[in-house]
């Protein structure tokens, strides 16, 4: 079945412990991507591939890293988390290199930062 | 980045009425402007896009029309049903390929 997967779905975390979320495309999509989904302020990207070994940072970048080694994975990395990263976090893929073409989302991750 | 503002931020309807939402965008270059639906608890999901060299496309009961020179793009759901109720959101593709939303709307449509 063609999906998009996180891990972990839910996650409770402290403060500035460490923390990775995985992503993974089963579709050999070119582009990925990280959203962020708070209430009031809708869909935010925090970082883009358009290709293995190519990121590029979106609108909320700050506090968040990832990596592109291989075309099926995107893990976002929280070096040291904080309670303003409390959200629901979306990863996403498309199909070409641009994004001009549908994004199929994962089915999130609720993290909250105490 | 890219702005994108999204009107209304919510919006009730009676069943079989239509439903207007309204975006707007500032980076003249974008060239794709996709909607996405979003269920209570799901994830978002494509229901139309449009590109920039087509003014007007539709699928069934869902349309969207772009006027490049304005700036703007709009979703329209005809004959609505208890099941469009959702949150949508516009984006726009920007000259760096990075996707922006709007903040969304909530619609609901009451039977």
């Known amino acids: 079945e063609a999906q998009v997967t996180q891990n972990p779905r839910y996650l409770i975390t402290v403060t500035g412990k460490k923390l990775t979320v995985t992503c993974s495309q089963n579709?050999?999509?070119?582009?990925m991507s990280w959203y962020r989904q708070d209430p009031g302020l809708g869909l935010r990207q925090i970082y883009y591939?358009?290709?293995?070994?190519?990121?590029d940072k979106g609108d909320v970048p700050e506090g968040y890293k990832v990596s592109r080694k291989e075309k099926r994975n995107f893990p976002l990395i929280l070096e040291s988390p904080s309670p303003n990263q409390t959200s629901l976090y979306f990863c996403?893929?498309?199909?070409?290199?641009?994004?001009?073409?549908?994004?199929?989302f994962g089915p999130g991750t609720r993290l909250t930062v105490l | 980045g890219e702005n994108v503002e999204q009107h209304p931020s919510t919006l009730s309807v009676q069943e079989g009425d239509s439903a207007v939402i309204k975006c707007t965008y500032s980076?003249?270059?974008?060239?794709?402007f996709p909607w996405y639906k979003q269920e209570l608890g799901k994830r978002p999901q494509l229901i139309i896009d449009?590109?920039?060299?087509?003014g007007e496309k539709k699928d069934q009961r869902i349309a969207v029309t772009l006027n490049k020179t304005a700036k703007h793009f709009s979703l329209h759901i005809t004959e609505t049903q208890p099941e469009d109720s959702a949150v949508y959101f516009c984006?726009?593709?920007?000259?760096?390929?990075?996707?922006?939303f709007g903040k969304g709307t909530s619609l609901l449509v009451t039977p």
């Open positions: 591939s358009m290709n293995v070994e190519v990121t």
């Open positions: 996403a893929s498309s199909p070409r290199l641009a994004g001009a073409n549908e994004q199929f």
């Open positions: 984006a726009a593709l920007n000259s760096g390929y990075a996707l922006n």
């Open positions: 980076d003249s270059a974008s060239n794709y």
């Open positions: 579709m050999n999509h070119e582009y």
């Open positions: 449009i590109r920039s060299n087509v």
